[in-house]
């Protein structure tokens, strides 16, 4: 793996890191080169090789700041963004090697060194990340547009006119998701507890779920109401920044954390609760991202010992109203960002198990990564088909009724691949499954119709 230094071959100075947001040297030289994270990574599980793998990565990122390597080798390049940043590796790795904050930096300084990537690159994030995304209006806006796409009959016309096979799009629109009738944005609306309030939540409503998945967020709200806490979503909360550091905009994201930051008064509330567990590790992480803002690091911690998982909230309290039955054979898929990045594992599978004749059975490999990873079905579209079939056969090798996720992007790849593949299977998030068994649920008699029985 050792290339050699390019100085001493070519007589031009090396490129490496530089300030700001350099990788961790100490978390860098933590790894102990064990291997035991090795069988948990989706992209050494493809190729086999070490340098797709978390050991062979932190190697070259280790090359790189020890000036043994040049940062735009096509290899650390290439490397780099073929990882999921899944982070599979950090959940098994005895030594506690921080792998996502060393590959978030690592892409930040890569983008810093490329100017952004060619002139496409450019343009591509500039509408995603530094418009669209940068404002939750903006988004709104143009997901009407798709949404009339979709319900005009267009969409159907334009898959069956074969342009979109033309054009190598085909499998990029099959993924787009189907938008919720109803978007759900936050004005500082307030949904009361049923029955006697216990307590008050905020609901970080964020981008994607507000739109594609507004029905996932219905459902939350209805369910934490259902177990006694009020829920509201506070104006002027934003994307959570995931897109942005995952693709190496640090500042993008430390921007719109901010802006979450000032937006919750977390006096207010008990647990800023979200159902995206992409968007809940981001969130967990504000307070690293701003660690070096004196204005914000205090805050940013603050602001993510507030924030919770809703599985992870709803197990923790303990439903306090009994779901209703629902009869169905479940299988679950594991969000990489829940079960590696935050670590939840049993929450989901205490709330499956609390509904009254659902069969749970596990699907193998439940835990290797689906390949959605933010935009890298965009970025490394082989890599994603080959993760997501792989991850549709293991669930239908158990033959469910549902597959239950607990994230946007996991959904949108089953849902996609399904489609694509013709499977009647229907994709739920968790709280979706839990909504509909509260639905089934024979409503509680009052004392007094119990007195006249
Ligand atoms: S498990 Fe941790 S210490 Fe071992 S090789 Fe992987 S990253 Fe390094
Ligand atoms: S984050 Fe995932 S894909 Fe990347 S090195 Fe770790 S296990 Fe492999």
């Given at each position: 793996m050792n290339r050699g230094s390019r100085t001493s071959m070519t007589n031009t100075p090396m490129t490496t890191f530089s300030e700001p947001?350099?990788?961790?040297f100490d978390v860098i030289r933590s790894c102990v080169h064990c291997g035991f994270c090795l069988p948990t990574c989706p992209t050494y599980v493809l190729t086999g090789k070490e340098r797709s793998s978390p050991r062979g990565r932190i190697w070259l990122m280790k090359a790189v700041r020890e000036g043994r390597?040049?940062?735009?080798d096509p290899i650390f390049d290439y490397e780099m963004s073929f990882c999921l940043n899944c982070r599979a590796c950090e959940a098994v790795c005895p030594s506690g090697v921080e792998y996502g904050q060393i590959l978030e930096a690592s892409r930040a300084q890569l983008e810093r060194a490329h100017n952004g990537g060619s002139a496409q690159a450019r343009a591509a994030k500039g509408l995603t990340y530094g418009f669209l995304f940068k404002d939750m209006r903006r988004l709104r806006a143009a997901s009407h547009g798709l949404k009339l796409y979709q319900r005009s009959g267009l969409q159907g016309a334009v898959r069956k006119s074969g342009i979109l096979e033309l054009i190598g799009l085909a499998e990029q629109e099959m993924m787009l998701p189907e938008l919720s009738d109803e978007f759900l944005a936050p004005q500082g609306q307030t949904w009361p507890a049923i029955?006697?309030?216990v307590g008050r939540v905020a609901l970080f409503t964020g981008c994607i779920m507000s739109t594609a998945y507004a029905d996932v967020h219905q459902a939350t709200i209805r369910v934490l109401n259902r177990n006694g806490y009020d829920v509201t979503a506070v104006n002027e909360q934003t994307c959570c920044g995931a897109l942005h550091v995952h693709g190496g905009d640090l500042d993008g994201g430390r921007e719109l954390a901010r802006q979450n930051i000032d937006s919750f008064d977390l006096d207010a509330f008990d647990a800023v609760i979200i159902n995206a567990a992409g968007c809940g590790a981001a969130l967990k992480e504000y307070g690293h991202l701003l660690?070096?803002?004196?204005?914000y690091a205090e805050r940013a911690s603050a602001f993510s010992g507030k924030v919770m998982d809703v599985a992870e909230f709803l197990a923790g309290i303990g439903l306090s109203a009994q779901p209703g039955p629902l009869a169905a054979r479940v299988t679950y898929q594991e969000p990489c960002h829940l079960?590696?990045?935050?670590?939840?594992?049993a929450q989901p599978r205490t709330l499956l198990e609390a509904i009254p004749e659902l069969t749970l059975v596990e699907m193998p490999e439940s835990s290797l990564c689906c390949g959605s990873a933010g935009v890298y079905n965009v970025t490394q579209p082989e890599a994603a088909r080959e993760l997501g079939n792989r991850k549709v056969d293991n669930a239908l090798a158990v033959e469910p009724e549902i597959i239950v996720s607990a994230n946007p992007g996991c959904m949108l790849q089953l849902q996609g691949i399904l489609r694509s593949r013709g499977v009647d299977v229907e994709v739920l998030h968790i709280v979706e499954l839990l909504d509909r068994a509260y639905q089934n649920r024979i409503p509680a008699r009052s004392t007094a119709e119990r007195a006249a029985d």
């Open positions: 947001d350099i990788p961790d390597m040049d940062m735009m029955g006697e309030s660690h070096n803002d004196p204005a079960a590696h990045a935050q670590r939840i594992t």
